[in-house]
């Protein structure tokens, strides 16, 4: 059969837009640790789904390069995209790409994004974005250019916040524009080789702020621990992560296992004293192998995790109180607060497990601004539409207590305690030494003192008691531990009437 001269023209085309075009290129790439694009997609969707839009797209440059050097070093403009279905769900996927100009923004490349997430507003399309290169290219000759500043492509990005679930995936440098799109995004996945930063080394050098290398810009320990990264993997699994982190927004999944639920017992040190460890809490009332911690190193003293119950996403939020004894900090204020805004607009309920002293306090918490961060918390739990379900796991005190249930013990939608628990209004021996300083200081011996404390506190913490509390119902119920993940799922199950909880929709602050 006679192949007609413009097929084989396109085929040709095609050909050169392939990495296997550029092997010296895509080697010295390797060379470095790095992925193209490419590569990127065809890991991240499943095979023979993906739909390319501007495949034969080159840079903007034919006043200064020849026809064959644009279909050679500036395939696609540097971005690659696309629709494509992820587990069998229809899903967008974006890609600058590190083999074009270090993966730069061209102006074509921007008419593609904007392309896209048009489509992918129109289709409510779950989105990942692999976001490394080095942000704005200067160069594009072929189109009249001033400032470039009337480039839509960030704000119709930005737009889609709360609207569809965008994943941002940055192993390598990201920077400037690029970085942005990382920013905008729900959430970011990135590995140890990345650099994120709304500058690279040469608007740092052009600013005059001296020489810097790109790997020193915002390396990944210091975006980690300053929440920008919410999980940091190695290279290989930053694909696999971007996958599962999607598929909490993909609705249930109909196979799951659970964790046997009696260690919880003993999940909790007797005593307000004993610091531990939150985190194997939260994976033993979620279903198995379904939990991801989300900023771990920001804010340690608070955990915010996604986990499924029963096939079921939701949020889990925690007091660590191995990290300032769980107290709500200026930081642990901000972490929360974005974190139930992005369960509110995709529709997962959320699991406060408290044990809390309260707010920080002192002059030191304060200068960070506690008193509007902290309430950040409260602004965002009242505005929940999800359901939240209060878990007081053994000290819920003062405000702080009341922010890491909305406000109030009776603002979720229960709030059970753990036989253990005490509630108050503040902690309890400090309570009494502020309500009984005077008869205190009365008592001239020190150790009479101080077993006067001990007895006072103890005659407290029975009034405190959850029992106690429930008696006078100002909590719903107190649990056996090993029964609180049928109990959670029960509450889920009822609020989620058609099986799936519809989000609010609404903008998820990027901080």
């Known amino acids: 059969m006679t192949i007609r001269p413009e097929l084989l023209d396109l085929l040709a085309r095609r050909a050169l837009t392939e990495d296997s075009a550029r092997p010296e290129a895509v080697a010295r790439m390797r060379e470095r640790g790095g992925r193209s694009a490419r590569e990127h997609v065809a890991e991240l969707v499943d095979p023979g789904s993906f739909v390319e839009y501007g495949r034969y797209v080159t840079a903007a440059q034919e006043g200064r390069r020849s026809l064959d050097d644009l279909l050679d070093r500036t395939v696609a403009d540097g971005i690659v995209g696309g629709i494509a279905t992820i587990d069998g769900h229809a899903c967008a996927i974006m890609s600058y790409d590190y083999l074009v100009m270090a993966g730069t923004q061209g102006m074509r490349g921007h008419r593609k994004t904007d392309r896209l997430i048009e489509v992918v507003d129109q289709l409510a399309l779950p989105t990942v974005f692999f976001a490394a290169g080095g942000g704005g290219r200067p160069g594009d000759t072929d189109i009249p250019l001033v400032s470039a500043l009337d480039v839509t492509t960030f704000a119709a990005w930005a737009r889609l916040s709360g609207r569809v679930p965008r994943i941002a995936v940055v192993d390598d440098n990201c920077f400037a524009g690029n970085a942005v799109i990382a920013g905008c995004s729900d959430l970011i996945v990135a590995t140890p080789r990345s650099s994120l930063g709304m500058g690279g080394p040469a608007m740092i050098a052009g600013g005059g702020l001296g020489d810097v290398e790109a790997a020193d810009v915002g390396p990944a320990d210091v975006m980690t621990a300053n929440g920008v990264i919410d999980v940091l993997v190695d290279d290989e699994d930053a694909v696999a992560t ?78 660590d109180t191995r990290h300032m004894a769980g107290a709500i900090t200026a930081e642990a204020g901000d972490k929360a607060a974005r974190f139930l805004q992005l369960c509110d607009a995709h529709g997962f309920p959320v699991v406060s497990l408290v044990d809390t002293p309260g707010m920080m306090v002192g002059p030191d918490a304060e200068r ?48 059970i305690a753990w036989p253990g628990a005490h509630l108050g209004a503040m902690g309890l021996e400090g309570a009494v030494r502020l309500a009984m300083r005077k008869e205190l200081d009365a008592i001239e011996d020190e150790e009479e003192r101080e077993r006067q404390v001990r007895e006072l506190t103890a005659h407290a913490q029975a009034g405190a008691a959850a029992l106690n509390v429930a008696r006078h ?39």
């Open 242 to 319: 971007a996958r599962h982190l999607l598929g909490y927004f993909l609705g249930p999944v109909s196979s799951w296992d659970s964790h046997d639920q009696a260690p919880l017992r003993e999940a909790v040190p007797e005593g307000e004293r004993t610091a531990y460890d939150v985190v194997p809490v939260v994976e033993t009332l979620c279903d198995v192998d379904s939990v991801t911690v989300l900023r771990p190193t920001f804010a340690p003293e608070l955990v915010t995790a996604l986990g499924r119950l029963e096939g079921r996403t939701i949020g889990l939020v925690g007091n």
């Open 368 to 415: 960070s601004g506690l008193v509007r961060h902290t309430s950040r918390l409260l602004v965002a739990a009242a505005r929940m539409q999800v359901p939240l379900i209060g878990v007081v796991l053994r000290r819920a005190y003062g405000l702080g207590a009341q922010a890491m249930l909305g406000g109030s013990t009776h603002e979720p939608l229960m709030t």
């Open 473 to 511: 119902f100002e909590i719903d119920d107190v649990v056996d531990p090993a029964e609180t993940r049928a109990l959670l799922a029960q509450l889920v199950s009822a609020a989620a009437r058609d099986g799936r909880l519809t989000g609010s929709g609404a903008a998820v602050d990027t901080w």
